[in-house]
């Protein structure tokens, strides 16, 4: 059903030219707040009212079926208890009503019986062609075509370019009101509730193609449906469309792999993390950001470059600035010499050229320094968005506004990138502000300085990012080896699978006997490590079967019969396939890469910091495969340790991309040995200039009744 849910068939729900409320009571408060939301708005006459009883309702006459109306209708808002719900989705399918929107609860979010009238539900708009919308949530409000087809009340009538979605309904009125105060101006507000059958991903997609939404907010809890998702969200950004995301609640992933550490590192909160980067999707921690994050997208657009520029009148608030773009990791860029040449003309000689811009209390007398210092500064190559603090009145005391000259002079400058006013606290934006602000032409207002660098960091990073939002295509790699696909494969045959992909695993040779131990290590030059070889056995150093840095036959073959001996105590049951012998290995920087299957997103690439440390460290950066070497790439620029990989301390510093050719080649494999991959784990991986070894694999494999490709 989902590739029915297409843009163009959900116009017809969210841009309806009639809708019918199902279950009109005034018994009922949402019935009465839909009704006067619909009489607000100038949409009455276009609204029907339908009471099984066919009694007056809300002041005025109903109808008992939804033929009865006798004209067609786009939408039916179903109001009646659940009992009623589906004969009130047949009633309004006799009527040509192909979609509702179910307002009562007790579905899904209601337990094993909830689940199951909600699947009941679902199957029966589906066999009645219908699209459904909920249930258990507020519905939807169009303010672009001034349609509310919701019970949430002080809806605005102002029409923006900020699309709301919300997995709460509680949550959107608060939203909206919120959104009127700081200027975030909807187009739409849809509240999703269950998603039972249209999802946040249907939704976007159908923005994505809405001319007035220039940029979406959402709220939610859970994504339904990743795929529908990602692809939306794709699109938007193709569309240059800015998604700013408010996701809640974070949890371990539900089927962690307990075989391998990767699955320490990969929890549903990192790999939301790491998907809303790849999709380039803004991801923010309050309703605040998120709509006045939202609301910049909308309102500025895509920034040609990356650094932040700021002019204040304001010492303090310059001290400000600096203290919360270091906290946030904005970019300060340092101004060019060419425009520290200009803006140096500008200011008074007691003046600091830097940014952010104190343009001294001289500004005051001569308004002209506001306008030519934007000016200089959005000239600068480096700076994407000049930031201007300077205060907006929210309510008029009578008379003009005192400071209208310096707006006027801040927005009569001839800026080359996007100009925004920044309020110092977070104040409301009227009607009063609103005008004051068109008066000088300027075209948007931050409320807030936290604010301000919130939303104009979030807006770089999503303007630098955008353009790499794309799918990617994993490699071919061939698998030889006729070792069936289930549990663990031991380390011997872990590592033949790796060599085999292309990928650098250090020399090693499996060995029967402590003879044949003696004879392998006189071929490598300078100590052995021996290790247990067996799928039974992971973690070998556990049962005593790991023996390094040993040098000198008699060693050697005291070594294998001293770790065999501990498997064989530690580990009865064990099937041991033999003793592997490889070279020691010191120096260089050890680190992690392995992949684990995500029960949403697939198969989730880790790369760590510390090899047997790598918990400890907890450093790690996270990726939806197939990954390519340049994803791979800034992925490893993503890790508090990288300074490790550039050499420190006279270690020689990592061949990077070299390294995330390996990387990206481990992705290609784990895409290659299928769906039922459990984990695959190299830990360490080695990087010593541009030596890279896998020093130890592991791979595991789901059970049988979830592993198509079991041998």
Excluded at 419 to 442: C, F, G, H, M, R
Aim: aromatic share 4%.
């Amino acid at each position: 059903m989902s590739s029915d849910i297409t843009p163009q068939r959900l116009k017809t729900l969210f841009r309806p030219r009639s809708v019918a409320l199902v279950g009109a009571s005034d018994k009922s408060m949402f019935s009465a707040r839909a009704y006067e939301n619909l009489v607000d708005f100038g949409f009455a006459d276009s609204t029907f009212l339908v009471n099984r009883r066919g009694v007056d309702v809300h002041g005025q006459p109903t109808v008992p079926t939804c033929s009865d109306i006798g004209q067609d209708v786009d939408v039916a808002f179903i109001q009646v208890p659940q009992a009623g719900t589906l004969a009130a989705l047949d009633d309004a399918a006799a009527a040509g009503i192909r979609n509702a929107v179910v307002l009562s609860s007790g579905y899904g979010e209601a337990g094993p019986d909830g689940r199951r009238a909600q699947r009941e539900l679902v199957e029966h708009a589906r066999s009645l062609d219908m699209l459904l919308l909920g249930p258990n949530h507020l519905g939807f409000a169009n303010f672009v075509d001034h349609v509310p087809v919701t019970p949430v009340s002080g809806l605005p009538h102002s029409t923006g370019h900020v699309a709301l979605l919300s997995q709460s309904g509680a949550s959107s009125a608060a939203m909206v009101e919120f959104a009127t105060m700081a200027g975030a101006d909807l187009s739409y507000m849809v509240t999703l509730g269950n998603e039972a059958m249209i999802t946040a991903g249907h939704v976007l997609d159908f923005l994505v193609d809405d001319e007035a939404t220039k940029a979406v907010a959402i709220f939610m809890e859970t994504i339904r449906e990743p795929g529908v998702f990602a692809n939306a969200a794709r699109r938007a950004a193709a569309a240059g469309k800015a998604i700013v995301v408010l996701k809640a609640g974070s949890s371990e992933m539900s089927a962690r792999t307990a075989a391998a550490h990767t699955g320490a590192l990969v929890g549903d909160d990192r790999v939301v993390d790491a998907v809303f980067r790849e999709l380039g999707i803004i991801r923010v921690d309050s309703i605040e950001d998120m709509m006045i994050t939202a609301a910049a997208a909308a309102n500025l657009g895509k920034l040609s470059a990356h650094g932040i520029g700021w002019v204040s009148i304001s010492g303090g608030a310059c001290d400000i600035i600096a203290d919360r773009s270091e906290d946030l990791d904005a970019t300060l860029s340092e101004f060019s010499a060419s425009t520290q040449a200009r803006l140096r003309d500008v200011l008074p000689d007691y003046g600091t050229v830097q940014n952010p811009l104190d343009v001294t209390g001289a500004a005051v007398i001569d308004s002209s320094i506001f306008t030519k210092t934007v000016e200089a500064i959005s000239d600068d190559p480096a700076i994407g968005v000049v930031g201007v603090i300077s205060g907006a009145p929210w309510e008029s005391t009578g008379g003009n506004y005192p400071a209208q000259y310096l707006l006027n002079a801040i927005g009569a400058a001839e800026a080359t990138a996007p100009v925004t006013l920044v309020n110092q606290v977070i104040q409301p934006i009227t009607a009063y502000t609103k005008s004051v602000l068109a008066e000088a032409k300027i075209d948007h207002l931050i409320p807030g300085l936290r604010q301000s660098v919130v939303a104009l960091r979030n807006l770089a990073w999503w303007s630098a990012t955008v353009e790499s939002v794309r799918p990617e295509a994993a490699n071919p790699v061939e698998i030889t080896t006729t070792v069936a696909r289930t549990g663990a494969w031991s380390e011997s045959t872990a590592r033949g699978v790796l060599s085999g992909a292309g990928i650098p695993v250090v020399p090693s040779e499996l060995v029967t006997s402590p003879e044949d131990a003696v004879k392998v290590s006189a071929g490598f030059a300078g100590p052995v490590a021996l290790k247990i070889a067996s799928p039974d056995v992971l973690h070998k150093s556990d049962i005593g079967g790991v023996a390094l840095n040993i040098s000198g036959d008699a060693e050697v073959a005291a070594a294998y019969d001293r770790i065999t001996a501990a498997a064989a105590t530690n580990a009865p049951e064990a099937k041991l396939e033999g003793v592997l012998v490889s070279p020691m290995r010191s120096g260089g920087t050890e680190l992690l890469v392995g992949v684990v299957r995500d029960p949403q997103w697939g198969p989730v690439l880790a790369v760590a910091i510390g090899g047997i440390f790598v918990e400890v460290l907890d450093d790690s950066a996270l990726a939806t495969l197939p990954l390519s070497a340049g994803r791979a790439r800034r992925l490893l620029d993503r890790l508090r340790g990288k300074a490790l990989l550039q050499g420190v301390r006279g270690t020689a510093a990592a061949d990077l991309d070299a390294l995330a050719a390996v990387i990206a080649r481990i992705s290609d494999l784990a895409l290659a040995l299928g769906d039922g991959l459990e984990s695959l784990e190299i830990n360490p991986l080695r990087v010593d200039g541009s030596t890279i070894e896998a020093l130890d694999a592991v791979i595991t494999w789901t059970p049988a009744r979830n592993n198509p490709e079991e041998a």
